[in-house]
């Protein structure tokens, strides 16, 4: 047995620990930054898939009457550009930062369980490849938005419905076996002296979102299963019919949904609050009311579901509760946007790209929780409800906030991960692009939906033409604008401005997490010895 021990070590030590050559290595990998990479290059991918789908409903919204595409194909990209942008895009995007960064951010030399991340990834792909086939079937793609509401997609989903709800059910495993590893690694695996109140805050986002997504992806799992027995099995959950209410899917939908919201602005407030600080030379201000704010906001997304259904005909004391207890959430989110604000001020502030976006973000994201507050009021919601004013609203909380600041986290990082620098007089104008198109992209709507333009037309009337056409426009220019991202991140993989960066990167970034006290770029393994110090600046 001690000779098999001794050749064990032996091995170990002589063994060529760099990653496996070609296809093989991103096929089995398990190495965390391997899997980050996969995770974060998938979503860039799949959010240009998900963009092209929008730029086909704007094209057709330019002006009024049928131009491109028929209604049902109209339909379809609406509910299939919101399921890619969420399921492909954003949430993957996230766990790809979360596969990179926390290991390196708590001195873990690797995530928990490397084999279930790496079948995490694959689940993933094949969830989403599996959803984009229904494209290709007879009937299409799902044209029923990407709530699924019944009676509609009971009736009009065609053949696409089953494969739709497969893909549902993969996407899901894949989110509670990725939130799985992430927990057992943040509670395990931290260096000695890290305890819970050092931990960086994108670490502790990410924790309660790994909560959050365990608790809501088995509901979701549950619904749209009812969904495909009431439309294969005879059974009358939702089936007025047939004795069943359609209102309960919304109820078990929402409860489901509404969480989901945060599982995508949580971890984009752990990156504006690890951003700001080094950009301002400031610690950041408030860490333990940060904290306690996002399990806050986490706990009460779970009790103010029925907002969304203040049409349905409720009754008054629910619309009551569910309106006080929507308003609540405004109280941990001003605290947020108090700290990241005190946080900047009086810091000697430099204005890099990672900046301008967080920066952006701060305000625009300000913007779109206002206009949540006015839905949050059930009288005048009946107004806003199913208008382009919601649809103004929603996107003002997640293109900002998740895409501007997934940006923003490519700019900060990316130099760590590759030791390359980025092109940052081209980064600034994509900033500016990027900001100016998407104001010219969604206020507008804010216009159309108090006017009275229903969400999900294909056509409309006259009356909204001029609006549409700004938006429309606003949608190209915001769409190409991404372009320039993209050469810009392979245009640093590949080597960037020739600049070399040192271990920190950024200036004093070492006072405020780990990672940028290892090399850049980043070394295939990290963290074999955890750690003796962990930053204490903020703390």
């Known amino acids: 047995m001690s000779a098999v021990v001794a050749e064990h070590d032996h091995h170990e030590e002589h063994h060529d620990h760099g990653p496996a050559k070609g296809l093989v290595r991103w096929l089995i990998t398990t190495n965390h930054k391997d899997i980050g990479t996969l995770y974060l290059l998938f979503a860039l991918a799949m959010f240009f898939v998900g963009g092209l789908m929008a730029l086909v409903i704007r094209a057709e919204l330019f002006e009024p009457g049928m131009q491109f595409v028929n209604p049902t194909f109209f339909n379809s990209m609406t509910t299939m550009h919101a399921l890619v942008m969420v399921f492909g895009a954003v949430m993957p995007a996230f766990v790809g930062l979360a596969n990179w960064q926390i290991p390196l951010m708590i001195g873990a030399p690797d995530m928990a369980l490397p084999r279930l991340n790496n079948m995490s990834f694959w689940m993933l792909v094949a969830g989403v490849v599996l959803l984009a086939s229904t494209l290709f079937m007879e009937g299409g793609a799902p044209a029923c938005g990407w709530t699924f509401y019944p009676p509609l997609v009971l009736r009009d989903c065609g053949h696409a419905l089953p494969f739709a709800v497969f893909s549902v059910h993969m996407l899901g495993i894949s989110s509670i076996m990725g939130a799985i590893n992430i927990i057992a ?269 229903p969400r999900r037309i294909p056509d409309y009337a006259v009356q909204f033409a001029d609006w549409n056409m700004v938006s429309s426009i606003g949608a190209f220019i915001f769409g190409f604008s991404q372009l320039i991202f993209l050469y810009i991140v392979i245009k640093t993989i590949k080597g960037g401005t020739g600049e070399k960066v040192t271990d920190e990167v950024w200036e004093d970034a070492s006072k405020h997490s780990l990672e940028w006290t290892l090399p850049s770029p980043t070394p295939y393994h990290t963290w074999s010895t955890p750690p003796t110090e962990v930053p204490s600046e903020h703390f």
């Not at 359609?246 to 995508?264: A, C, D, S, T």
């Not at 408030?286 to 704010?293: I, K, L, P």
């Open 185 to 453: 690694t943040i509670l395990n695996m931290r260096a000695p002296k890290m305890t819970l109140m050092k931990m960086p805050l994108f670490v502790w986002t990410w924790l309660i979102t790994a909560f959050l997504l365990i608790a809501i992806m088995p509901v979701f799992a549950g619904a749209v299963t009812m969904l495909l027995t009431d439309k294969f099995f005879a059974t009358s959950f939702f089936d007025a019919a047939g004795g069943g209410d359609p209102v309960l899917y919304q109820h078990i939908f929402w409860f489901f949904g509404h969480p989901e919201v945060y599982v995508m602005i949580l971890p984009t407030f752990g990156v504006a609050s690890t951003i700001i600080p080094v950009f301002a030379r400031k610690p950041l201000f408030g860490y333990s009311s940060m904290v306690y704010a996002t399990a806050s906001i986490a706990f009460l997304s779970f009790i103010v579901w029925a907002h969304h259904m203040f049409t349905v005909g409720m009754p008054m004391a629910g619309e009551l509760y569910f309106m006080y207890a929507t308003m609540l959430i405004a109280i941990p989110t001003g605290v947020k946007v108090f700290n990241w604000t005190a946080t900047m001020w009086k810091g000697a502030m430099t204005f890099e790209a990672p900046m301008l976006f967080s920066i952006c973000f701060v305000v625009l994201f300000t913007i779109g929780g206002l206009t949540g507050l006015m839905m949050a009021v059930a009288p005048t919601d009946f107004q806003y409800h199913d208008t382009y004013f919601i649809v103004a609203h929603f996107h003002y909380t997640l293109v900002p906030a998740s895409i501007f600041i997934l940006m923003a986290a490519g700019y900060f990082w990316l130099p760590k991960w590759t030791g390359n620098m980025y092109d940052e007089r081209l980064a600034r104008f994509h900033f500016w692009m990027s900001a100016i198109s998407v104001n010219i992209l969604f206020f507008p709507q804010h216009f159309l939906g108090l006017a009275g333009m």
